[in-house]
């Protein structure tokens, strides 16, 4: 029973280089959400995916770029990091009968 | 912008004492309204969850209070416990919306022994 996993869960990048962070889902949700964690800001959304093929923006979309392919996968790449990527990014999914969301570990990443 | 205000930032409580964390939303039109908990090196986990039509749930220690007027809902814990040390996040979706979730800023609660 994995549930949802993030890998890598730690990253260390320089600016300008180009990240992708991997998360995966054995539930076989429609819905999945991209969110990133920073002191005072609480969880901001990035993306959302309703279905495979089906992607859009959140919150805070700049800079970011998704995709997703098949249902259980919904890579986030960051084309460019920036210092102000740095962040704890979490993953989630969502059956499309339940609101519950369902959360990742987290990829705790550091752009120097 | 849609938006939901948490207070307090931090909180600390003596071991079987009650932990009241607030939150305050703009948008009439949410109507699901989940409590997150989260703790270090974790993901955020559903506590509890409330819908605009009833002004109460309890599930065992942990309490939403909603007010649909004052446009405000709160978490209660009752006989706060060290493992309830964590961060509290407090959030609200839209119908139709796919369900995103608008977060609070969090609240980091510790609970002396």
């Known amino acids: 029973d994995a549930g949802i996993t993030q890998s890598p869960r730690y990253k260390i990048t320089e600016t300008g280089r180009q990240v992708t962070l991997m998360c995966h889902q054995t539930?076989?949700?429609?819905?999945m959400f991209w969110y990133r964690q920073d002191l005072g800001h609480g969880l901001r959304l990035i993306y959302y995916?309703?279905?495979?093929?089906?992607?859009d923006k959140g919150e805070v979309p700049d800079g970011y770029v998704v995709s997703r392919s098949k249902t259980e996968n919904f890579p986030l790449t960051l084309e460019s990091a920036t210092r102000s990527q740095t962040s704890v990014y979490f993953c989630?999914?969502?059956?499309?009968?339940?609101?519950?969301?369902?959360f990742g570990p987290g990829t705790r990443l550091l752009v120097l | 912008q849609q938006q939901v205000k948490q207070s307090p930032q931090s909180l600390i409580v003596q071991k079987g004492g009650i932990s009241i964390i607030n939150c305050a939303y703009e948008?009439?039109?949410?109507?699901?309204f989940p409590w997150y908990q989260q703790f270090p090196g974790k993901g955020p986990a559903l506590l509890i969850a409330?819908?605009?039509?009833?002004s109460e749930k309890k599930e065992g220690r942990f309490t939403i209070s909603f007010n649909k007027s004052a446009k405000q809902f709160s978490l209660h814990i009752m006989d706060s416990q060290p493992g309830d040390s964590a961060t509290y996040f407090c959030?609200?979706?839209?119908?139709?919306?796919?369900?995103?979730?608008?977060f609070g800023s969090g609240t980091q609660l510790t609970v002396l022994p």
């Open positions: 959030a609200a979706s839209l119908k139709g919306s796919a369900r995103q979730l608008t």
């Open positions: 539930w076989s949700h429609s819905y």
């Open positions: 948008n009439t039109a949410f109507d699901y």
């Open positions: 409330i819908r605009p039509d009833v």
């Open positions: 995916s309703a279905a495979a093929d089906i992607t």
């Open positions: 989630a999914s969502r059956d499309g009968n339940q609101e519950t969301q369902y």
